[in-house]
């Protein structure tokens, strides 16, 4: 898609080590502006590990991450946060006591563009209307889809120049994650550069421009958004050797 | 009559309780510590003010001001390696910071204690339908009102609140977000320096003999109703430090006065009972998950 | 789980006591003095230990027990006439009570030890915050009442003309045979089941351990163990008053332990020979003596530095090897997560 373009998104020989066990080796992708790339794989792969690495919630061992060619590897979270990586995190996370928008002001609290705050409201608003519906009432009382479109609500306006999300799916009923997806695909057209980490390998593989499949810490496969439907592959690269 | 007056009393001495529990228990959510060295505040500023009784009210307030955010700066910075210790460490260490410190004001100021009255006229009691009320309880009711509200205001109300609070309530996601945990940390502490500077004004109005255990001696109290009242939560700890303010003052009115001695044995064991009986704290609404095993 | 390790645990203690007993037995008297002081220390620190150091929970109230054990010794090694005078007041059992010194030390251990379970009862229920708040209150209780309950003791006054039978050989004695105990109680298997619920509370209760009950064993004999170095205090210094067991002292013992290291014999004798050592040594400079002349209060301050200065740099005292728990990584993240303030902050 991008090829000659320099990466915005780049994760070099990435190791991160909980201990004396390393959760991810050697791991190398890229993401272009505008891009969507997903990360598969079976539990424990180290698929959230990379974004917390990412996010620098962790210190990698070894390796580097950069956004824009910057090397932001041991950086701290708010850093992170403030040079334009949104996250929203697995298990959503929102503030079940403060309302709605309050949840939502604090995604302002990342964002670098002053302006445009409005224009995204709506936007996000748009894409979101339950969250519109509920603005004034605690966050609490979203159901959990809600509550997912609010986390992605509020990363949206950051204004990131990347948004990840750590298994968006999880704990959602399949119509509810359709759902989900469709809002993803729209978020995508709109220029947003998304990352994406998924336990519905599918669902991801068929979203994104390329899907990475982990396995064990390593990187086994990238896939095509046709090799989908290819469930043999999935499997072999899932518990292959 | 009697009972309005002890009752207008223990508002008095509870809204200043407030104001020190207000300020404990912000630092404690921003970062988990609970502090025993929050009472060396309180000493520092009425020994600030006990240096500066020559001098203009003004100027005397805004160095009482001064120096107990400047203590309250120092004991942010002072506290870091603890960021990720385990409450019990965090008391004991506070602990020895508490003992440290009055140590330091026994070797500069001795333990005689030293006058360092002021604005003694607020001492004077006004005649308010046959009650007599002092306007210093007046002061305290109105400047604890006053604060308690500001800072309610401020939380809810501005960024810089909206941040305290996300990162009391969730530290990591807060930090994802964006939120500079650093700077509202030492924001929470800049706050809880204000108030109490406040609440020690009001103090040193009452009971103007600054000893080096000034503070400690009130604190120990705040501190406990801010564990009673339910640490977790700002409004449930100062309400908190505000009842052990109320309780004490209504006790120590409403005691025998040859049972009044036993006083701090009341409180404290009501103390240990509420601990008891609700470990996450009076005031709390949820079930806050607390180490209980 | 922490691996004890044999018999040098507790050889090595003794013999650094039974060291410092000698070389203060040939000390000039008033040095000797000193040596006795370091000693007692050590027997109130050792049970404080046993407590502390097995359960990782924070004790502020401890020194509650060394108080009743000294005004219990004391109340009972003092002649009817004399205790009237100062306190007409008393309940008759105990003016009327005189005994000797062993007996004295027995009723002090007693009286620590039953207070100790008293309070144990209601209270090892409660752990981290909400015990060292509580341990606190019964801390304020004490002295509260003691000083102001006029029909048990002197109350303000300073209880006097105690019987000084604290030599070398009773407070060596005394503070070997508690560190005897404290390491018997450790091996045990109420000690040992104890020190399994502090690595991992959820995994002891779900194997049977009753978490409360081994608590309460081992509060109960720190109190007895306090009280009994309580009555070693009084007849070391043939009097006592409220204010000689209180804050100062709450202090000083747990500085004591925790710069020694909380979690072995080794770092509560340690850290209370040395804490001695260094708090007499800043006491004589204070006077003036030894060429250095240090202003009043200084000493508190130097303490209380060290005190800090090892809580926020070696957590685990300085006996300890490493500075951070020795737990594995794996089992570290078990233990984060089952625990309900999980530690998510360290960056």
């Given at each position: 898609?991008?090829e000659?373009?320099?990466?915005l998104?780049?994760?070099a020989?990435?190791e991160?080590?909980?201990?004396?066990?390393?959760?991810?080796?050697?791991?190398s992708?890229?993401?272009?502006?505008?891009?969507?790339?997903?990360?598969?794989?079976?539990?424990?792969?180290?698929?959230?590990?990379?974004?917390h690495?990412?996010?620098?919630?962790?210190?990698?061992?070894?390796?580097d991450?950069?956004?824009?060619?910057?090397?932001?590897?041991?950086?701290?979270?708010?850093?992170?946060?403030?040079?334009?990586?949104?996250?929203?995190?697995?298990?959503?996370?929102?503030?079940?006591?403060?309302?709605?928008?309050?949840?939502?002001?604090?995604?302002?609290?990342?964002?670098?563009?002053?302006?445009?705050?409005?224009?995204?409201?709506?936007?996000?608003?748009r894409?979101?209307?339950?969250v519109?519906?509920?603005?004034?009432?605690?966050?609490?009382?979203?159901?959990?889809?809600?509550?997912?479109?609010?986390?992605?609500?509020?990363?949206?306006?950051?204004?990131?120049d990347?948004?990840?999300?750590?298994?968006?799916?999880?704990?959602?009923?399949?119509?509810?994650?359709?759902?989900v997806?469709?809002?993803?695909?729209?978020v995508?057209?709109?220029?947003?550069?998304?990352?994406?980490?998924?336990?519905?390998?599918?669902?991801a593989?068929?979203?994104?421009?390329?899907?990475?499949?982990?396995?064990?810490?390593?990187?086994?496969?990238?896939l095509?958004?046709?090799?989908?439907?290819?469930?043999?592959?999935?499997?072999?690269?899932?518990?292959?050797s | 009559?009697?009972?309005?007056?002890?009752?207008?009393?223990?508002v008095?001495?509870?809204?200043?309780?407030?104001?020190?529990?207000?300020g404990i228990?912000?630092?404690?959510?921003?970062?988990?510590?609970?502090n025993?060295?929050?009472?060396?505040?309180?000493?520092?500023?009425?020994?600030?003010?006990?240096?500066?009784?020559?001098?203009?009210?003004?100027?005397?307030?805004?160095?009482?001001?001064?120096?107990?955010?400047?203590?309250?700066?120092?004991?942010?910075?002072?506290?870091?390696?603890?960021?990720?210790?385990?409450?019990?460490?965090?008391?004991?260490?506070?602990?020895?910071?508490?003992?440290?410190?009055?140590?330091?004001?026994?070797?500069?100021?001795g333990?005689?204690?030293?006058?360092?009255?002021?604005?003694?006229?607020?001492?004077?009691?006004?005649?308010?339908?046959?009650?007599?009320?002092?306007?210093?309880?007046v002061?305290?009711?109105?400047?604890?009102?006053?604060?308690?509200?500001?800072?309610?205001?401020?939380?809810?109300?501005?960024?810089?609140?909206?941040?305290?609070?996300?990162?009391?309530?969730?530290?990591?996601?807060?930090?994802?977000?964006?939120?500079?945990?650093?700077?509202?940390?030492?924001?929470?502490?800049?706050?809880?320096?204000?108030?109490?500077?406040?609440?020690?004004?009001?103090?040193?109005?009452?009971?103007?003999l600054?000893?080096?255990?000034?503070?400690?001696?009130?604190?120990?109290?705040a501190?406990?109703?801010?564990?009673?009242?339910?640490?977790?939560?700002?409004?449930?700890?100062?309400?908190?430090?505000?009842a052990?303010?109320f309780?004490?003052?209504?006790?120590?009115?409403?005691?025998?006065?040859?049972?009044?001695?036993?006083?701090?044995?009341?409180?404290?064991?009501?103390?240990?009972?509420?601990?008891?009986?609700?470990?996450?704290?009076?005031?709390?609404r949820?079930?806050?998950?607390?180490?209980?095993? | 789980?922490?691996r004890?390790?044999?018999i040098?645990?507790?050889a090595?203690?003794?013999?650094?006591?039974?060291?410092v007993?000698l070389a203060?037995?040939?000390?000039?008297?008033?040095?000797?003095?000193?040596?006795?002081?370091?000693?007692?220390?050590?027997?109130i620190?050792i049970?404080?230990?046993?407590?502390?150091?097995?359960?990782?929970?924070?004790?502020?109230?401890?020194?509650?027990?060394?108080?009743?054990?000294?005004?219990?010794?004391?109340?009972?090694?003092?002649?009817?006439?004399?205790?009237?005078?100062?306190?007409?007041?008393?309940?008759?059992?105990?003016?009327?009570?005189?005994?000797?010194?062993?007996a004295s030390?027995?009723?002090?251990?007693?009286?620590?030890?039953?207070y100790?379970?008293?309070?144990?009862?209601?209270?090892?229920?409660?752990?981290?915050?909400?015990?060292?708040?509580?341990?606190?209150?019964?801390?304020?209780?004490?002295?509260?009442?003691?000083?102001?309950?006029?029909?048990?003791?002197p109350?303000?006054?300073?209880?006097?003309?105690?019987?000084?039978?604290?030599?070398?050989?009773?407070?060596?004695?005394?503070?070997?045979?508690?560190?005897?105990?404290?390491f018997?109680y450790?091996?045990?298997?109420?000690?040992?089941?104890?020190?399994?619920?502090?690595?991992?509370?959820?995994?002891?209760?779900?194997?049977?351990?009753?978490?409360?009950?081994?608590?309460?064993?081992?509060?109960?004999?720190?109190?007895a163990?306090?009280?009994?170095?309580?009555?070693?205090?009084?007849?070391?210094?043939?009097?006592?008053?409220?204010?000689?067991?209180y804050?100062?002292?709450?202090?000083?013992?747990?500085?004591?332990?925790?710069?020694?290291?909380?979690s072995?014999?080794?770092?509560?004798?340690v850290?209370?020979?040395?804490?001695?050592?260094?708090?007499?040594?800043?006491?004589?400079?204070?006077?003036?003596?030894?060429?250095?002349?240090l202003?009043?209060?200084?000493?508190?301050?130097?303490?209380?530095t060290?005190?800090?200065?090892?809580?926020?740099?070696?957590?685990?005292?300085i006996?300890?090897?490493?500075?951070?728990?020795?737990?594995?990584?794996?089992?570290?993240?078990?233990?984060?997560?089952?625990?309900?303030?999980?530690?998510?902050?360290?960056?």
């Amino acid at each position: 898609m991008s090829e000659r373009a320099a990466p915005l998104l780049e994760v070099a020989g990435l190791e991160v080590r909980y201990g004396r066990v390393a959760a991810v080796r050697d791991l190398s992708f890229a993401v272009g502006r505008g891009e969507a790339v997903a990360l598969v794989g079976p539990n424990g792969a180290g698929k959230s590990t990379t974004l917390h690495a990412v996010m620098g919630l962790v210190r990698p061992a070894r390796g580097d991450v950069r956004l824009g060619g910057r090397s932001i590897a041991g950086l701290a979270p708010e850093a992170v946060a403030r040079s334009g990586i949104a996250l929203v995190p697995e298990g959503r996370h929102v503030f079940p006591h403060f309302t709605v928008e309050e949840n939502l002001r604090l995604g302002l609290v990342a964002r670098r563009a002053h302006d445009g705050v409005a224009d995204d409201l709506r936007r996000v608003y748009r894409l979101f209307p339950a969250v519109e519906e509920f603005r004034g009432r605690p966050a609490g009382l979203l159901s959990g889809g809600q509550q997912q479109q609010l986390a992605i609500a509020r990363g949206l306006l950051a204004a990131p120049d990347v948004l990840l999300l750590d298994e968006p799916s999880l704990g959602l009923a399949p119509t509810v994650v359709d759902a989900v997806f469709e809002t993803l695909a729209e978020v995508r057209a709109g220029g947003v550069t998304v990352v994406l980490v998924e336990q519905r390998a599918q669902l991801a593989a068929a979203f994104a421009d390329r899907t990475h499949v982990l396995a064990n810490g390593e990187l086994r496969l990238t896939l095509g958004p046709g090799d989908a439907e290819d469930t043999d592959l999935l499997t072999q690269a899932y518990f292959g050797s | 009559m009697n009972a309005l007056q002890t009752v207008v009393d223990a508002v008095a001495l509870g809204s200043l309780f407030a104001l020190v529990a207000m300020g404990i228990a912000l630092i404690f959510g921003v970062m988990r510590l609970v502090n025993f060295a929050h009472g060396e505040l309180l000493t520092a500023g009425a020994y600030a003010l006990f240096l500066t009784t020559e001098l203009p009210l003004a100027v005397s307030i805004a160095v009482l001001f001064a120096t107990v955010i400047a203590f309250a700066l120092a004991t942010e910075v002072a506290v870091r390696p603890l960021r990720a210790a385990s409450p019990a460490a965090m008391l004991v260490t506070t602990f020895a910071l508490s003992f440290l410190l009055q140590s330091v004001f026994l070797l500069v100021w001795g333990s005689q204690g030293d006058n360092a009255g002021i604005l003694p006229e607020l001492n004077r009691a006004a005649d308010v339908g046959g009650l007599r009320i002092r306007w210093v309880t007046v002061a305290s009711i109105g400047v604890g009102a006053l604060l308690l509200v500001g800072t309610a205001l401020l939380l809810n109300r501005t960024t810089i609140g909206l941040e305290m609070r996300a990162a009391a309530h969730d530290f990591r996601t807060a930090r994802l977000l964006g939120v500079r945990t650093n700077r509202v940390i030492r924001f929470a502490f800049l706050l809880a320096g204000v108030l109490a500077a406040a609440a020690t004004l009001m103090l040193v109005v009452q009971r103007p003999l600054v000893t080096p255990v000034y503070g400690f001696q009130l604190v120990i109290p705040a501190l406990v109703g801010v564990v009673v009242g339910g640490l977790d939560r700002l409004t449930s700890a100062t309400l908190g430090g505000f009842a052990v303010g109320f309780g004490t003052s209504v006790l120590g009115d409403v005691l025998p006065s040859d049972g009044r001695v036993f006083l701090p044995s009341v409180v404290f064991a009501l103390v240990i009972v509420v601990l008891l009986a609700r470990p996450s704290g009076l005031f709390t609404r949820a079930r806050t998950v607390v180490e209980r095993v | 789980m922490s691996r004890v390790r044999g018999i040098s645990e507790l050889a090595g203690p003794v013999l650094l006591l039974a060291l410092v007993a000698l070389a203060g037995s040939v000390a000039s008297r008033s040095v000797a003095l000193e040596f006795r002081s370091a000693l007692v220390s050590a027997t109130i620190v050792i049970a404080l230990y046993v407590f502390v150091g097995n359960s990782g929970v924070v004790s502020f109230g401890h020194v509650s027990f060394v108080a009743v054990g000294a005004f219990a010794a004391g109340l009972v090694s003092v002649p009817e006439a004399l205790k009237l005078s100062v306190s007409p007041e008393l309940y008759p059992f105990i003016a009327r009570a005189e005994v000797g010194n062993a007996a004295s030390l027995a009723i002090a251990a007693a009286v620590g030890g039953v207070y100790a379970f008293l309070v144990g009862v209601p209270l090892m229920r409660l752990s981290g915050l909400a015990a060292g708040i509580a341990t606190f209150a019964v801390l304020e209780i004490t002295h509260n009442v003691l000083r102001n309950w006029p029909r048990i003791g002197p109350g303000a006054k300073t209880l006097s003309l105690v019987p000084e039978t604290s030599g070398f050989l009773q407070v060596t004695i005394g503070a070997v045979a508690v560190a005897v105990i404290a390491f018997a109680y450790q091996r045990s298997r109420p000690g040992r089941l104890l020190r399994a619920a502090r690595e991992d509370p959820a995994a002891a209760q779900g194997s049977g351990v009753n978490i409360h009950r081994q608590r309460l064993v081992a509060f109960t004999l720190s109190g007895a163990l306090a009280g009994f170095g309580g009555g070693l205090l009084v007849h070391l210094l043939g009097s006592i008053t409220t204010e000689q067991v209180y804050l100062d002292l709450t202090f000083i013992t747990l500085a004591m332990l925790i710069i020694g290291g909380v979690s072995s014999l080794w770092g509560a004798v340690v850290g209370a020979l040395l804490v001695s050592g260094l708090n007499s040594f800043l006491a004589e400079a204070e006077k003036g003596i030894g060429g250095l002349d240090l202003p009043t209060g200084a000493r508190l301050v130097t303490l209380g530095t060290l005190m800090a200065a090892v809580l926020l740099f070696r957590p685990g005292g300085i006996v300890s090897r490493a500075q951070a728990p020795r737990v594995s990584p794996a089992l570290a993240r078990r233990l984060a997560s089952l625990r309900p303030f999980a530690r998510e902050r360290a960056s």
